[in-house]
């Protein structure tokens, strides 16, 4: 089966702008979790999608994220406007189910920088 | 809150040593374990994974983990190293809720 995809893998834009990244879940998964790894610091938890619902937002760093999944297929996550402190990878996830202990399945992650 | 220390930021052997990294965790609930992989330039695969039985969980390429509850430990382990090894480890753990990682460990084998 086809795994988790994201697009782009890199982007670099300036401080001000907007980026959108792109996650194509693996098809059937109704879970959708996207993740973001700050330069030497942990994996966190951004938010988690149960088809195009929202389930868990907590990890949402601030309003200039928005994240959806219209007809709860792919997921766009945008960043406006984007910050330095924005840099990061940015991780999707999915999951047949909400149990974590059944697995994630991730992507290889949107390497963003923010000059 | 769930949280997750990865004591070894960085950890150079050479081929063929034995590896153990360390992992404790935070959270008063029943919890399931992982062990993530990321090799350079791929995603994150897992490794391994405990939620009930054995404590001692064996995993792929030959990695095991040892959940030890009074320690809230979930060490990973293997007997020797190769240089294929070369990545960055991650634990993860979950209760109900959505993964919650470690900081990483990043493992450099040398010949």
């Known amino acids: 089966e086809a795994g988790v995809t994201q697009f782009p893998s890199h982007s670099v834009i300036e401080k001000g702008q907007t980026v959108t990244l792109r996650c194509d879940p693996i098809?059937?998964?109704?879970?959708l979790y996207w993740y973001r790894r700050v330069m030497g610091k942990e994996i966190k938890f951004l938010l988690h999608f149960v088809k195009e619902s929202k389930q868990d937002e907590s990890g949402m760093p601030n309003n200039r994220f928005l994240a959806e999944r219209t007809g709860g297929t792919y997921s766009t996550l945008k960043v406006q406007p984007a910050e330095l402190e924005d840099s990061g990878v940015y991780f999707c996830a999915s999951s047949q189910t909400h149990r974590a202990n059944y697995g994630y399945t991730f992507g290889s992650g949107t390497r963003l920088t923010v000059v | 809150a769930q949280s997750v220390s990865q004591h070894n930021h960085h950890v150079i052997l050479s081929e063929a040593a034995s590896l153990e990294l360390g992992c404790n965790y935070s959270?008063?609930?029943?919890?399931?374990l992982f062990w993530y992989v990321q090799y350079p330039g791929q995603h994150l695969q897992l490794l391994l994974k405990y939620f009930s039985g054995d404590p001692l969980v064996k995993g792929i390429k030959g990695f095991e983990a040892e959940f030890i509850k009074s320690k809230f430990s979930f060490n990973l382990r293997k007997p020797s190293v190769q240089w294929s090894d070369t990545a960055e480890y991650f634990c993860?753990?979950?209760?109900?809720?959505?993964?919650?990682f470690g900081k990483g460990t990043r493992l450099s084998v040398i010949a």
């Open positions: 098809s059937g998964h109704d879970n």
């Open positions: 993860a753990v979950s209760g109900n809720t959505p993964l919650v």
């Open positions: 959270y008063g609930g029943t919890v399931n």
